[in-house]
């Protein structure tokens, strides 16, 4: 697919089914969808995507890359429109649900100005509008090195979008401003407030340059692991290595640039992203992946290589390495080293053999270093490299 510019590709899902739907009414409804089987070559360890409680082994499956998306959006006025998007998905739960994904109003001030307010998607990476919308990416799902980074979504309140011509090159700045909540596949919730994101994309013929920046403040207060470590650690008069890993009001950060290609029959995406914040129970990161396609008519075999890695230090400093409170130690340093570290490398090919559907299939080799990576529910002595292999059928409607 190539890739459209970022106010186009806000409405996405609607302007692809458009002439489908009921041009002639004031309501638009449209949906996309992914119907995939995923599994890979071993047991002792299941592959998930970001923040799935459940994944895959050796044994293929439905749930891993599948999902199921319906958007609705009403026309008031030649100035104001109300948007919903509901996606059904594997996501905290082993259970396919439903979340609504938006849910915004929005009002168009000019040609070039809109202001949305309600749930409005967090521009946290290149694609994040249309993440979920497998049709409208190359790739079968994002590098999960990269998109593990920061699982946010969307935020509840408000976001401005201007556009902009400067000379050839179309620009599009985005800033957004809200609080959202995240439940954790460990049972907890993260609390984010404060939350500010600025999105830029600049785009020039076949070029798509992209800079996004969200920063929010970080609440965990119902971790019962996270919890007893702060108070047990406070107790023993280890108060530096309690506000090491506490998750209070922390200050958190996500500055990622993008690259896009679409030139001939060439397509190119790459991201390079960095994570920071002042706990290391939320490690400091650096994660990147590069895409390179050629599409040959229908078809479009591409590479891809990604990497993350942990910046910050993976043990807490100055806590005891013996004795009766070993166990806070081994728990403050679990914490700390539970971001995932690993690379890959995948091939795959897209073929657009319908007119809204497209069939997929991708093999990862997934490298972890010094733990588990991505990889959940391991076994001990479990590592890598380990082969992921997906089939999967994109279709919007």
Not at 75 to 86: C, R
Not at 260 to 276: I, P
């Amino acid at each position: 697919m190539k890739l459209k510019p970022f106010i186009t590709l806000l409405a996405m899902a609607s302007a692809v089914s458009a002439a489908w739907a009921e041009d002639t009414s004031n309501i638009t409804v449209s949906g996309f969808g992914t119907a995939a089987l995923t599994r890979s070559n071993t047991s002792d360890a299941e592959f998930a995507r970001p923040n799935q409680l459940a994944g895959v082994t050796s044994g293929a499956k439905t749930g891993v890359d599948s999902n199921l998306g319906l958007q609705v959006t009403a026309k008031m006025n030649d100035w104001l429109s109300f948007t919903g998007q509901g996606l059904v998905r594997k996501n905290v739960t082993d259970n396919f649900g439903a979340e609504l994904a938006w849910a915004f109003a929005k009002a168009k001030v000019s040609d070039n100005l809109n202001i949305r307010v309600g749930r409005v998607g967090l521009p946290v990476y290149m694609i994040s509008d249309y993440r979920n919308v497998g049709y409208a990416n190359t790739m079968l799902r994002p590098p999960v090195e990269m998109y593990t980074q920061v699982t946010l979504e969307s935020l509840d309140g408000a976001d401005v979008l201007y556009q902009t011509n400067l000379g050839d090159t179309s620009v599009t700045a985005q800033v957004a401003y809200g609080v959202t909540d995240s439940d954790n596949r460990g049972g907890f919730t993260a609390k984010f407030k404060k939350v500010s994101s600025i999105n830029i994309v600049a785009e020039n013929g076949p070029f798509t340059f992209r800079f996004g920046r969200v920063d929010a403040n970080v609440t965990v207060d119902n971790s019962t692991n996270l919890n007893t470590l702060v108070s047990g650690l406070t107790k023993f008069g280890f108060a530096s290595g309690a506000n090491a890993i506490a998750v209070n009001d922390t200050k958190a950060s996500f500055t990622s640039v993008g690259l896009g290609v679409d030139w001939k029959s060439m397509v190119v995406q790459a991201e390079y992203g960095k994570r920071k914040s002042a706990s290391l129970s939320i490690a400091d990161t650096t994660s990147w992946y590069t895409m390179f396609g050629y599409r040959m008519g229908a078809f479009l075999p591409y590479v891809v290589h990604a990497s993350a890695t942990q910046d910050s230090p993976r043990t807490v400093a100055g806590l005891p390495t013996a004795g009766p409170l070993l166990p806070y130690t081994l728990g403050a340093n679990a914490l700390a080293s539970a971001s995932p570290i690993q690379s890959s490398n995948s091939i795959g090919v897209r073929w657009d053999f319908h007119k809204s559907a497209a069939l997929k299939l991708q093999l990862d080799r997934m490298s972890p270093d010094n733990g588990p990576g991505v990889f959940i529910n391991a076994k001990p002595g479990f590592k890598g490299p380990v082969t992921v292999f997906a089939a999967a059928v994109d279709f919007v409607f």
